[in-house]
Each structure stands twice: as structure tokens, then as C-alpha cells.
């Protein structure tokens, strides 16, 4: 069982910062991939992007790339997703989740196990 605690989310301005965290708790952090998802009003839940196990390969939507940063955080057990240059596009709830195995990276929802409770990101033009 792995627990996931998502926060740092909140309202910024276009152009602004945001650094989302999620803690995870249960079963040993590096044994998984974290992936960030995230779901607009009244559409479906898309893929952000992707950490393997140690960080060491990276995936990202085309949406985000070059503007959003996975990383982890092993000796805390979290991984984090910096926001820059953020658009009002990006407004959402943003959700982390955990898959296995931690080497391998999935961009649908379905390979994730375990998934936080979300926090929402507002982007103001």
C-alpha cells in the first residue's frame, strides 16, 4: 500500500510559479514510477508527466514540456512537480499517482496503482 499527499497547489498569476509536492507513506518510495496528471473543468484527466523510480528518465506532454520539472526527493519521500511560465490552460486539479515497476514509464492513468487526492492549481489571466 502506498499512500500519496499531494499539496502546494493555489491561485498564481499567468507567467507565475508554482511547485506541487507529493509525500508518499507504505511501501518503499523508490520501487515506483510517479507520474503527474491533472483534469480541467469538464474534461478528462490528461498526462503531465512521468519520473522513473530515480529520476534519472523524464517524460513529458508536449503541453508542459520545457516549462514543468519532475524531481524526486528519495531520503523524503516525495516528488515534486515545478510550474513555470505557467497559462491559464494549466488550471486544474493536479493528481500524483505510483506505478510498477519503477523503471518503466506509462502516460495512461490505467497503469497507475495508486493515486493522491489532487490539488488545484488556478491560473489567472
Known amino acids: 500500500q502506498v499512500q500519496l499527499v499531494e499539496s502546494g497547489g493555489g491561485l498564481v498569476q499567468a507567467g507565475g510559479s508554482l511547485r506541487l509536492s507529493c509525500a508518499a507513506s507504505?511501501?518503499?518510495?523508490?520501487?515506483?514510477?510517479m507520474g503527474w496528471f491533472r483534469q480541467a473543468p469538464d474534461k478528462e484527466r490528461e498526462f503531465v508527466g512521468v519520473?522513473?523510480?530515480?529520476?534519472?528518465?523524464?517524460e513529458y506532454a508536449e503541453s508542459v514540456k520545457g516549462r514543468f520539472t519532475i524531481s524526486r526527493d528519495h531520503h523524503k519521500n516525495t516528488v515534486y512537480l515545478q510550474m513555470n511560465m505557467l497559462k491559464p490552460e494549466d488550471t486544474a486539479i493536479y493528481y500524483c499517482a505510483a506505478s510498477f515497476p519503477g523503471n518503466e514509464l506509462h502516460y495512461s492513468e490505467n497503469a497507475y496503482t495508486y493515486w493522491g487526492q489532487g490539488t488545484q492549481v488556478t491560473v489567472s489571466s
Open positions: 519520473s522513473n523510480w530515480n529520476g534519472g528518465k523524464l
Open positions: 507504505g511501501r518503499t518510495f523508490h520501487d515506483w514510477a
